[in-house]
């Protein structure tokens, strides 16, 4: 699937804000206007203007509105609800090379209000995943434990886990493990891949010390 930064960029703001309701993870996330700040910062969306409760409201009411769509049973269901969504915040495509940037789309017009925005950036990109038939890229980390949502972007649609820290780790782990099976060590090398496979088993344990690979 040709996906591009933007694209990518926008799917990463969808994935956070969904992991940022009480059904991901257990508590709202998003609280108050720093928090909502803080979303701001993190994902570096440019030229937000001053937010207020209205922008908090509308945002969690987009959350819900997203979590609708991953829930959706048919991708007919999906597109309804996906349309309505792009429709209700308006949109308007821009080329823009804002802040030292190469040029890219934004689908939102110029004061937008923050909600208005995601919608049309996140809707769009998760639109362009629809049409491209792989709506399940963006799924459920299937860890037990975790309820969070994560972006697949891999090749083979192989990433299991989402990049939480306790997650992250598994993630690390069973890519190693995938590595080891698609590459087998060749016969003539049999007698020197045991000692290779110790190496590699104290290279696990590393990767799963507590901090280490968390992020990808
Ligand atoms: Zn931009
Ligand atoms: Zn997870």
């Known amino acids: 699937m040709l996906i591009t930064h933007d694209t990518e960029c926008a799917l990463d703001a969808l994935v956070e804000l969904l992991n940022t309701s009480p059904e991901a993870c257990g508590q709202e996330a998003l609280p108050d206007l720093p928090a909502l700040r803080?979303?701001?910062?993190?994902?570096?969306?440019?030229?937000?203007?001053?937010?207020?409760?209205?922008d908090l409201d509308a945002i969690r009411l987009l959350r819900a509105r997203f979590w609708e769509v991953l829930g959706a049973a048919t991708v007919q269901e999906a597109a309804e609800l996906l349309n309505g969504l792009i429709a209700r915040a308006g949109t308007t495509p821009r080329l823009t090379d804002h802040d030292g940037?190469?040029?890219?789309m934004h689908y939102f017009a110029p004061g937008a209000a923050l909600a208005d925005r995601v919608a049309a950036e996140s809707g769009i990109a998760l639109s362009l995943v629809l049409v491209a038939g792989e709506r399940e890229r963006l799924r459920r980390c299937e860890a037990p434990d975790c309820v969070r949502v994560f972006v697949d972007l891999s090749r083979n649609r192989s990433r299991r886990y989402c990049d939480s820290r306790t997650c992250g780790n598994r993630l690390h782990v069973a890519a190693y493990r995938a590595r080891q099976r698609v590459a087998p060590p060749p016969?003539?090398?049999?007698?020197?891949?045991?000692d290779a496979a110790s190496a590699s088993a104290s290279a696990v344990t590393t990767?799963?010390?507590?901090?280490?690979?968390?992020?990808?």
Request: hydrophobic share 35%.
């Open 187 to 194: 016969e003539a090398e049999l007698g020197s891949a045991r």
């Open 207 to 216: 990767q799963e010390t507590p901090g280490v690979g968390v992020r990808t």
């Open 38 to 54: 803080g979303f701001v910062a993190n994902r570096e969306l440019s030229d937000v203007g001053r937010l207020t409760a209205a």
């Open 101 to 104: 940037h190469d040029w890219h």
